[in-house]
């Protein structure tokens, strides 16, 4: 089994900077993808960013040039450096990785940014 755990939410002001850890562990033979997703009070859940294995990475436009995910191959983890955050940023941030062919969740960090 694999589990992902994320840590470095919190709360902000606007302007400021979180950065997001994931942590993979479990029986890992494959890791295709990490990414984040997000999901705010009464919106669907949606991409904010994605890292492939060759290294591309893709952005939500709402986040581009203000978020930088990156990876850590060596210890399984995903990094989400968060900057210039904006009120509209705040959401549950959840954590996405394609491992072995299949898709993983973690159990979601609360982000919050105030005006």
């Known amino acids: 089994q694999v589990q992902l755990v994320e840590s470095g939410g919190g709360s902000v002001q606007a302007g400021g900077s979180l950065r997001l850890s994931c942590v993979a562990s479990g029986s890992i033979f494959v890791i295709n993808a990490m990414g984040w997703y997000r999901q705010a009070p009464g919106k669907q859940r949606e991409l904010v960013a994605r890292?492939?294995?060759?290294?591309?990475?893709n952005y939500a436009d709402s986040v581009k040039g203000r978020f930088t995910i990156s990876r850590d191959n060596a210890d399984n983890t995903v990094y989400l450096q968060m900057n210039i955050l904006k009120p509209e940023d705040t959401a549950v941030y959840y954590c996405?990785?394609?491992?072995?062919?299949?898709?993983?969740w973690g159990q979601g960090t609360q982000v919050t940014v105030s005006s």
């Open positions: 890292i492939i294995s060759g290294g591309s990475t």
């Open positions: 996405n990785a394609h491992i072995n062919s299949f898709d993983y």
